[in-house]
Every structure is written in C-alpha cells, then in structure tokens.
C-alpha cells in the first residue's frame, strides 16, 4: 500500500476555509508541545501570546502599528502571487521606501518645512519602493532571470546601503556616534491618532489600501487579468493580455506599498533610519499573504494576527524570559502547515495497493 496526490477537479468550499483555519490550529497545538518541552505552564504561554495583546487599550494600539507594515506589504505580495510572479523581495523594497522617503526627512532636517514634507516622503516611499520592485520584474521579462533569487538577493543590497548610509553621510552628527541618521522634525513624522499611544495614521492608510486593493482584484478588468494570466497564462495571451507588461505592473504595486509601509515605519514609528529598521516584516509579509488566502479582506486579518504574535512575544521575553525567536518559530510553522494544508486543497490523498508483477 502506498499513498499518492491526486490532483482535484476543483476545490471545494469548505476546503478553501477550512484550511487557514486548520494551519492556525495545528501551530497552536505545536506552540502547546514546545511551551511544555521549555517547562513551561502551555495555557499560561498562550494567554500571554495571543489573549494579553488584545486585552487593553495600549495593547491594541500596538497591534494596529504591528499590523500596519504587514497588511500594506501583503496586499501587494498577494497580486504578485495570483499573477504568478514570485517577489520574495518585499524586504528590501522595505527598506527602499524607507530610505528614499527619509532622504526628504534629513536633508530638510534644520531647514523651513511644511506640510507638504510628509506627503512628499510618502510619495517618495512609494516610488522608491516601486523602482526597486521593478529590478527583477524588468530581469525577468527581458533575460529570463529567476525573479524569486534576484528579488531575495536585492534584500541585501537594500540592507547594506542602508547600513552604510546611516554609518556614514546620513549619519547624525550629535548622536555619539551611533549608526542613525537624525530624529525627523515634527513635520516628517506621520501624526498620532490618539495621545498616549503610537497609533498612527498609518493604520487608515492601510485600510483604505485594503479596501482599493478589494475592488481592483474584484470588480475591474485588471483584477480579472491578474487573475487569468496566474491561472491560465495561454487563454491570457489569447485575451490579448501581456505576461509582460502585467509583471511590471504587479511588480511595481507589490514594492510601492511596500515601500510605502518602509516609509510609515520609520517616520511613525521609529522617527529616523537606522540599521535593523524592519524586525522582518517583509518576510513576514509572504505568511500574511498566503494566510489571508491571496485576499486583501484575508490579508487584513492575517495582518492583525501575526501582529499579535510580534507583541506576545515580547510579552513573552519579559514574563517568561523566552528568547524572541520563539516567535519566529511560531511563525515559520505557520507557514509550513499554511503550505501543507494548501496542499489538500489541490490534491486529494489516496491509499492504493501496489501492483503485482
């Protein structure tokens, strides 16, 4: 007897739902086994991860910031990923955005500012993280290169310029000679929605993000192309749709709001650039996609949930001294059985009998 994957007809349903929701218990049941196997009470971990975030105010305002990056990063991941085109990249348009968006912030630091500042660096932001975005997408369409390894390489390029920007013209010359650029003046620095958090307004430009993302993907001809040329690229052709033109374009959406969320980082968050803006949320990002089904309504839950992950583990680190990555633990399990249950969603498991000679 062995068993074998046969592939299905077409996917019911319930299947579609049941499988995030199934990938989600089964990484609690694993955070269950490795809470005990580190001596520690199971229930308990899991009230501090994933209850204590959510039971007071500052709390839920930290999962907002938390979340932020995440939905504005995955919604663009998400056309990507229907379109067929693989950008792993999302890290480094990141930091892109950030970094275009906070030239802006530092050479007009000591300087007349208005309010035009903060909507120019968001503009910049995107751009930013938009052109970065369309390297691989341009080595893809004109010499064939895998998208998926110059994407993932362009991470590091991203990460060492900003490492030596910081270190070196950028640097803030009264900060002890500390690798950051200066703290960005008030008028750089995306506004607080409420005192006595860090509730931003980054938050409703992420929802606002979501909600034109939800209605190009379902209701305009783009959104039907994007995903025609994922699912059928030859009837797309036949359609008179280009493969090439729709990578571009995929490609440069996925890195302006990532670029963006770089942006809204490190103006609302962390006020200035420095080495180790982004704890991952980039590669975060590619779970909350894949998580919120390639859904930008999916993608905003997912969002929040990972969010709520990132601050139970520092409640974690503080109440139970547990190590930080933990939480990645966490989150690379999610992934893999997010994968494994997709699986089930495009086979069927069979157990057969061998054939007799």
């Given at each position: 007897?062995?068993?074998?994957?046969e592939?299905?007809?077409?996917?019911?349903?319930?299947?579609?739902?049941?499988s995030?929701?199934?990938?989600?218990?089964?990484?609690?049941?694993?955070?269950?086994?490795?809470?005990?196997?580190?001596?520690?009470?199971?229930?308990?971990?899991?009230?501090?991860?994933?209850?204590?975030?959510?039971?007071?105010?500052?709390g839920?305002q930290?999962?907002?910031?938390?979340a932020?990056?995440?939905?504005?990063?995955?919604?663009?991941?998400?056309?990507?990923?229907?379109?067929?085109?693989?950008?792993?990249?999302a890290?480094?348009?990141f930091?892109?955005?950030?970094m275009?968006?906070?030239?802006?912030?530092?050479?007009?630091?000591?300087?007349?500012?208005?309010?035009w500042?903060f909507?120019?660096?968001?503009?910049?932001?995107?751009?930013?993280?938009?052109?970065?975005?369309?390297?691989?997408?341009?080595?893809?369409?004109?010499?064939?290169?895998?998208?998926?390894?110059t994407?993932?390489?362009?991470v590091?390029?991203?990460?060492?310029?900003?490492?030596?920007?910081?270190?070196?013209?950028?640097?803030?010359p009264?900060?002890?000679?500390?690798?950051?650029?200066?703290?960005?003046?008030?008028?750089?620095?995306?506004?607080?929605?409420?005192?006595?958090?860090r509730?931003?307004?980054?938050?409703?430009?992420?929802?606002?993000?979501v909600?034109?993302?939800?209605?190009?993907?379902?209701?305009?001809?783009?959104?039907?192309?994007?995903?025609?040329?994922?699912?059928?690229?030859?009837?797309?052709?036949?359609?008179?749709?280009?493969?090439?033109?729709?990578?571009?374009?995929?490609?440069?959406?996925?890195?302006?709001?990532?670029?963006?969320?770089?942006?809204?980082?490190?103006?609302?968050?962390?006020?200035?650039?420095?080495?180790?803006?982004?704890p991952?949320?980039?590669f975060?990002?590619?779970?909350?996609a894949?998580?919120?089904?390639l859904?930008?309504?999916?993608?905003?839950?997912?969002?929040?949930?990972?969010?709520?992950?990132?601050?139970?583990?520092?409640?974690a680190?503080?109440?139970?001294?547990?190590?930080?990555?933990v939480?990645?633990?966490?989150?690379?399990?999610?992934?893999?059985?997010?994968?494994?249950?997709?699986?089930?969603l495009?086979?069927?498991?069979?157990?057969v009998?061998?054939?007799?000679?």
């Amino acid at each position: 007897m062995r068993l074998i994957l046969e592939k299905r007809a077409e996917t019911p349903l319930a299947l579609r739902v049941a499988s995030p929701l199934l990938a989600v218990g089964l990484t609690l049941v694993s955070a269950v086994i490795i809470f005990a196997l580190m001596g520690h009470d199971p229930w308990r971990a899991l009230h501090i991860y994933f209850v204590m975030p959510l039971s007071d105010s500052w709390g839920l305002q930290e999962v907002a910031v938390k979340a932020t990056p995440l939905v504005l990063i995955s919604v663009g991941l998400a056309l990507c990923y229907q379109s067929n085109n693989w950008n792993i990249g999302a890290e480094g348009q990141f930091l892109m955005g950030a970094m275009a968006g906070g030239w802006l912030a530092v050479a007009t630091h000591g300087a007349p500012q208005g309010p035009w500042l903060f909507p120019a660096m968001l503009a910049a932001g995107a751009v930013g993280g938009a052109l970065f975005a369309l390297i691989p997408a341009v080595l893809k369409t004109r010499v064939g290169a895998n998208e998926i390894l110059t994407s993932l390489m362009l991470v590091y390029v991203a990460e060492l310029l900003l490492d030596w920007l910081v270190r070196g013209p950028w640097r803030d010359p009264m900060g002890f000679n500390m690798p950051q650029t200066v703290t960005f003046s008030p008028s750089a620095v995306v506004p607080l929605l409420l005192d006595g958090g860090r509730l931003n307004l980054g938050t409703p430009i992420a929802l606002l993000v979501v909600a034109v993302m939800a209605i190009l993907v379902g209701r305009t001809l783009k959104g039907f192309e994007i995903k025609l040329v994922g699912e059928a690229p030859r009837a797309a052709r036949f359609a008179g749709f280009s493969e090439k033109r729709l990578t571009w374009t995929v490609f440069a959406i996925s890195g302006a709001l990532a670029g963006l969320a770089g942006i809204l980082e490190a103006a609302g968050t962390v006020r200035m650039l420095q080495p180790g803006l982004s704890p991952g949320y980039g590669f975060t990002a590619i779970i909350v996609a894949f998580l919120g089904r390639l859904n930008p309504v999916g993608c905003l839950v997912a969002g929040v949930f990972l969010a709520v992950t990132f601050i139970g583990g520092e409640n974690a680190q503080i109440m139970l001294r547990l190590p930080l990555d933990v939480t990645r633990v966490f989150q690379g399990l999610l992934l893999f059985f997010v994968l494994a249950c997709d699986t089930l969603l495009l086979y069927r498991v069979r157990l057969v009998g061998r054939a007799v000679a």
